[in-house]
């Protein structure tokens, strides 16, 4: 039951951002960032519905203990769902850097490399302690796995631009002038051209 009550709380909580977030565009415009307080509310809401999952897999882990399930018989499938979750966690984590993906953030660029610790710290660690050797690598192949196969989705097969991280920009550069792609929507870059 406290799993329930928790991913409810976090899903509704997510649920609730998006009345308030129609309101704050009707009071203060289109926001030009990805971490307006409505937005990190969906975002952390959903981020954190993981924690709730996560408990539920430790009660449907005991009850079936309770039922006499052996631990044989459950231990593989158990691994690899907290593998799943703790590769979930470092996604959830991950989408606050969504504010980088695409090339042109509204923060500094020093925040980038904190969330990354931050999401791979937690992430990673948690694998680690909670589904043992290995399971860490499990995770990041996991992380990889859903988070390059939606960077395929959204930019050659849906034709959209392709999250990229803060490295490189969506802009295109040729002989010192910006142009655009089908499959990129460009912007002015922050960084200078590149010297020929």
Not at 2 to 25: E, I, N, V
Not at 114 to 140: D, F, S
Request: hydrophobic fraction near 45%.
């Amino acid at each position: 039951m406290p799993a329930a009550r928790g991913t409810g709380g976090c899903g509704y909580f997510s649920l609730l951002g998006f009345p308030l977030d129609d309101t704050w565009h009707r009071l203060f415009g289109q926001d030009v960032t990805l971490w307006g307080p409505t937005h990190l509310m969906l975002i952390g809401g959903a981020a954190m519905t993981l924690i709730g999952l996560a408990v539920l897999l430790v009660e449907g882990v005991r009850f079936n203990g309770r039922q006499g399930t052996s631990e044989k018989e459950q231990s593989w499938t158990v691994i690899t769902r907290r593998v799943a979750l703790t590769g979930g966690v470092m996604l959830g984590l991950s989408t606050f850097q969504a504010e980088f993906d695409f090339g042109v953030p509204q923060f500094r660029f020093v925040f980038q490399p904190m969330l990354i610790m931050l999401a791979a710290g937690v992430g990673l660690v948690l694998a680690r302690a909670w589904a043992g050797r290995g399971a860490a690598l499990g995770a990041v192949g996991f992380f990889l796995l859903v988070r390059g196969g939606l960077a395929v989705l959204v930019g050659p097969i849906l034709g959209e631009a392709t999250p990229h991280g803060a490295g490189r920009t969506s802009s295109c550069r040729s002989h010192g002038r910006p142009r655009c792609s089908r499959t990129a929507r460009c912007s002015a870059s922050p960084w200078p051209s590149p010297a020929r």
